[in-house]
């Protein structure tokens, strides 16, 4: 199982990113996906998630500027990043609970990380 993360980049405080996440691999189903980042000196934190029934959960700092979706038949997870301030500057890592074809086993796997730059 691979994740593939994209849409990371440079922008302008204020603006807005859009990020993408596709799961490719030996999927039997997908419980959950999400986003976690990490910004310099700083630990590894929760964004958001979506379970497989859509239910979402956020970090409470971001709630109404961040949104995350999913589109079931492409195994993708999206992040829409609006009103982005230089606080979120951070490597963003795509996050997913997957179940395998292979004896149903169930696994979290993690994609290479995408920069996001917020530029003040």
């Known amino acids: 199982v691979q994740l593939q993360a994209s849409g990371g980049g440079l922008v302008q405080a204020g603006g807005s990113l859009r990020l993408s996440c596709a799961a490719s691999?030996?999927?039997?189903?997908?419980?959950?996906m999400g986003w976690y980042r990490q910004a310099p000196g700083k630990q590894r934190e929760m964004v958001a998630t979506i379970t497989s029934g859509g239910s979402t959960n956020y970090a409470d700092s971001l709630k109404g500027r961040f949104t995350i979706s999913r589109d079931g038949a492409k195994n993708t997870v999206y992040l829409q990043m609006d009103s982005l301030k230089p606080e979120d500057t951070a490597v963003y890592y795509c996050?997913?609970?997957?179940?395998?074809?292979?004896?149903?086993?169930?696994?979290?796997?993690w994609g290479q990380g995408t920069q996001v730059t917020v530029s003040s």
């Open positions: 996050y997913a609970h997957i179940k395998r074809v292979v004896f149903r086993l169930e696994n979290d796997y």
């Open positions: 691999g030996s999927i039997f189903s997908i419980v959950s």
